[in-house]
T-cell receptor, first 108, second 116 residues
Framework: RKEVEQDPGPFNVPEGATVAFNCTYSNSASQSFFWYRQDCRKEPKLLMSVYSSGNEDGRFTAQLNRASQYISLLIRDSKLSDSATYLCVPWSFQKLVFGTGTRLLVSP | GAVVSQHPSWVICKSGTSVKIECRSLDFQATTMFWYRQFPKQSLMLMATSNEGSKATYEQGVEKDKFLINHASLTLSTLTVTSAHPEDSSFYIC????????????FGNGTRLTVT
């Protein structure tokens, strides 16, 4: 089983849409979780940390379900600038583990 | 805060030559830095973990004699790709740990290496 699994997409949505990404992780000992976004040919940039109680940052909401080892990211009112690959990243074995991410394409 | 600078941003070199990539933490001290590699349409793969003042820990399948890592100070780690070959062409990214527990890492802007 892969350490991190995400639907690679791409998810094609119109501007203004609400879109959700899911992620599962295999290491139940993971203690911290993050969502990063990566633009084409660029380095990953931290989008937000994910807390057990769920957290929101503007149009972005992250949820964590430790029992199911499942993380989600909800983006409301999608903007063209949200087009990117979204990476769910747990801290596992003293390092960040990256999956392939989910690609989002927001169109006018 | 937590700025990581990586140089060069891109480099083209001939097969057989060596290339050095620098990763600096500009406004914090990083006891640990990580080196990743990303091939097109693939995920970031951790190559090695670099600890200041000690030998790097390499991931399985990464040749330590080919990818030399030096972490001589708390703000600088270098990755040298020795005797580069076309299959080493990739996007190399470093990240630095502020040492605040399981805090998020901050990444350098990456180095795109093309070996001809």
């Amino acid at each position: 089983r892969k350490e991190v699994e995400q639907d690679p997409g791409p998810f094609n949505v119109p501007e203004g849409a609400t879109v959700a990404f899911n992620c599962t992780y295999s290491n139940s000992a993971s203690q911290s979780f993050f969502w990063y976004r990566q633009d084409c040919r660029k380095e990953p940039k931290l989008l937000m940390s994910v807390y057990s109680s769920g957290n929101e940052d503007g149009r972005f909401t992250a949820q964590l379900n430790r029992a199911s080892q499942y993380i989600s990211l909800l983006i409301r009112d999608s903007k063209l600038s949200d087009s990117a690959t979204y990476l769910c990243v747990p801290w596992s074995f003293q390092k960040l583990v990256f999956g392939t991410g989910t690609r989002l394409l927001v169109s006018p | 805060g937590a700025v990581v600078s990586q140089h060069p941003s891109w480099v083209i070199c001939k097969s057989g030559t060596s290339v050095k990539i620098e990763c600096r933490s500009l406004d914090f001290q990083a006891t640990t830095m990580f080196w990743y590699r990303q091939f097109p349409k693939q995920s970031l793969m951790l190559m090695a973990t670099s600890n200041e003042g000690s030998k790097a820990t390499y991931e399985q399948g990464v040749e330590k004699d080919k990818f030399l890592i030096n972490h001589a100070s708390l703000t600088l780690s270098t990755l040298t790709v020795t005797s580069a070959h076309p299959e080493d062409s990739s996007f190399y990214i470093c990240s630095a740990d502020q040492g605040k527990g399981n805090s998020p890492l901050h990444f350098g802007n990456g180095t795109r290496l093309t070996v001809t």
